[in-house]
């Protein structure tokens, strides 16, 4: 627990949300997020809640923060191992896609909040900066994909967001949290293992074959 020293730099400052992201990340991962509040996290810092007033007034202003860091380096990392002007099979795309959505996960649990909770209580402000990464990553991705796989960039955007739709609800699901993780041993009810890089490229691959199909049957009408 750090002892709260008023931030007199840019760096400072910058040290001082990094403190606070950590222990919100912490929090997220060991707390159901209905019960992670700003004197909980103020607590967990060993603050003063006005101190982390100084550095956000609503935890999803914290919580927008972190996702937009999850956020980069999922993007990145897709970016990295699908180069500009390369082309793959659809094998080695639904490989290589799965990876990174598995090596990624902390993105699509975070996302499982984005749209219903934490970008319905941040300023208009942080949102569209937060947005304008985001789409400036997807107008990015969907031109390599869309090359790697000869298909449209409109195909391509849709292939993404239909793989983060589909991380997001894979990893946000209910089977993970302790009550119902509880209910369920009591009932001995036992669910079966989750593979979630062999489910999302069983997915990524169904939904190329569904693009190759529109795009046979709007060339045949």
């Known amino acids: 627990m750090a002892e709260y020293i008023r931030a007199r730099?840019?760096?400072?400052?910058?040290?001082?949300?990094?403190e606070i992201k950590q222990a919100a990340d912490m929090l997220f991962k060991t707390l159901p997020y209905t019960d992670i509040t700003l004197t909980v996290l103020a607590e967990k810092l060993g603050w003063s809640r006005a101190n982390l007033y100084k550095y956000a007034t609503t935890k999803e202003e914290?919580?927008?923060?972190?996702?937009?860091?999850?956020?980069?380096?999922?993007f990145s990392s897709l970016l990295t191992v699908f180069p500009e002007g390369c082309r793959f099979s659809e094998g080695t795309v639904a490989d290589m896609w799965a990876a990174q959505v598995n090596s990624h996960q902390d993105y699509f649990r975070y996302s499982a909040f984005l749209l219903t909770i934490i970008e319905r209580n941040v300023t208009v402000e942080r949102l569209i900066q937060f947005k304008k990464t985001f789409y400036d990553f997807q107008d990015e991705l969907k031109k390599r994909i869309a090359f790697a796989l000869d298909i449209s960039e409109k195909d391509a955007d849709t292939l993404n967001m239909r793989?983060?739709?589909?991380?997001?609800?894979?990893?946000?699901?209910?089977?993970?949290?302790?009550l119902v993780q509880e209910a369920l041993?009591?009932?001995?009810?036992?669910l079966p293992p989750k593979d979630?890089?062999?489910?999302?490229?069983?997915?990524?691959?169904?939904?190329?074959?569904?693009?190759?199909?529109?795009?046979?049957?709007?060339?045949?009408?």
């Open 163 to 178: 793989i983060i739709n589909f991380g997001t609800t894979y990893l946000a699901s209910c089977t993970t949290n302790p």
């Open 196 to 221: 979630l890089p062999g489910d999302m490229r069983d997915f990524i691959l169904m939904n190329i074959s569904w693009i190759r199909g529109h795009m046979r049957s709007g060339a045949e009408g």
């Open 185 to 190: 041993k009591k009932m001995e009810r036992t």
């Open 9 to 18: 730099t840019e760096n400072q400052k910058e040290e001082r949300m990094s």
């Open 62 to 74: 914290i919580y927008l923060e972190i996702e937009q860091d999850r956020m980069k380096e999922y």
